[in-house]
């Protein structure tokens, strides 16, 4: 069993090494784009309460107002009297071009503004995804992520500890650089590899598309059930962000409201998320989706009592994105990127270790021959 083991992650590692460094990388930059950098400007622009806290409403206004040349796409809502309105919009001729702008939330001043998925980071992103060639991309990165899960399996199986715990976790740090590698990889990929296996699978199914719940779909002769819409009506009435927040709230009352999102054009909906008791994600997984037209509750998408396959897309996301567990778990995520990197770089130096005594003790036994 054991050289069954050996064999596979030998061959599977040398493959997908090179993989394994650019996704891994990839992923922590991204990680510490997504989850890091918005906490960190959170920090930064944390304001003092004075008091009434303006509306969303008011926050459309301002935000209208000093960037005319934008479109509002989300608004993030304070979660506690510190936190600062925190609106995303991308410029109307060139939706490309995100801004995140940060907003007192009892004043109305606008406090920052950064940009926002920059020309380098949609690189980085499509390179995680889809190594900048499209839908083969995916896949290879699909195949890359079942190689992790094989190889992570596999490694803990040929880990040294087994027979004697403590000698799993020696690292010979003052010996020759080849031990110092050989223990460095042994022990990084132990460590590392319940948190492997998860990343591992759950990006797997993401470059796949999400294959379980659409072959559950599939089975049960049910089509995925597609996000509502707006049905377009002419009317003199206009409804206000904070009409459509007070709907939504009156719709999920046992939630707390994260983000709210104007409709994007014509006939989509205005979405407010939720974030529920009990729920582990910062922003929330519950929806209400709106009728832009007349503040008709369309659907609402309860986390907990979601359909299973729903839920399943929604807990592959959370669990590969670190959208959980604040920044401690952000940067546990960023660490273990970076380990992927370590442990592709030591498992080759390995290999080629072991190939360059194989070429010498072959032509050292050639030699002997002749003579």
Same mark, same amino acid.
């Given at each position: ?10 061959? *599977? ?185 998860? *990343? ?159 070429? *010498? ?11």
């Amino acid at each position: 069993m054991k050289n069954t083991a050996r064999a596979l992650h030998k061959a *599977i590692g040398i493959v997908v090494a090179a993989l394994m460094i650019i996704i891994g990388a990839t992923g922590s930059i991204l990680v510490f784009d997504k989850e890091v950098n918005p906490a960190l400007h959170l920090q930064i622009n944390k304001v003092i309460p004075v008091g009434e806290r303006i509306s969303i409403s008011q926050v459309t206004e301002i935000i209208n107002k000093q960037y005319p040349e934008d479109k509002i796409q989300r608004i993030i809502l304070p979660m506690n009297a510190n936190h600062p309105y925190h609106a995303v919009v991308e410029q109307k001729l060139n939706k490309v071009n995100k801004t995140d702008i940060y907003i007192n939330s009892y004043s109305g001043e606008v406090l920052a503004n950064y940009p926002r998925d920059n020309r380098l980071m949609q690189l980085i992103n499509k390179l995680h995804t889809k190594l900048l060639v499209g839908k083969i991309g995916s896949v290879i990165v699909g195949l890359s992520g079942v190689s992790l899960l094989v190889l992570s399996i596999t490694g803990t199986m040929l880990w040294n500890g087994w027979k004697k715990f403590v000698n799993g976790f020696k690292i010979r740090w003052t010996s020759k650089w080849r031990f110092l590698n050989y223990d460095l990889h042994h022990v990084g990929g132990f460590i590392s590899a319940l948190l492997l296996i998860v *990343i591992a699978t759950t990006g797997a199914f993401m470059a796949f598309g999400q294959p379980i719940p659409k072959l559950s779909y599939w089975f049960k002769g049910q089509e995925q059930e597609l996000k509502p819409i707006s049905i377009i009506q002419t009317t003199s009435q206009k409804f206000t962000p904070d009409d459509f927040l007070a709907t939504a709230i009156a719709a999920l009352p046992e939630g707390k409201p994260t983000i709210y999102e104007p409709p994007k054009d014509n006939e989509s909906t205005v979405k407010v998320r939720f974030k529920l008791p009990n729920d582990i994600t910062s922003e929330g997984k519950s929806i209400v989706f709106i009728d832009q037209y007349n503040t008709n509750v369309l659907r609402i998408e309860h986390f907990f009592h979601n359909p299973w396959e729903k839920q399943f897309q929604d807990w592959t996301n959370i669990l590969h994105t670190a959208k959980f567990g604040g920044l401690a778990v952000a940067f546990l995520y960023i660490i273990i990127g970076l380990v992927t990197v370590v442990l592709a770089i030591t498992g080759i130096v390995i290999w080629l270790g072991k190939k360059k005594k194989l070429i *010498i003790d072959y032509q050292a036994k050639h030699s002997s021959q002749l003579k």
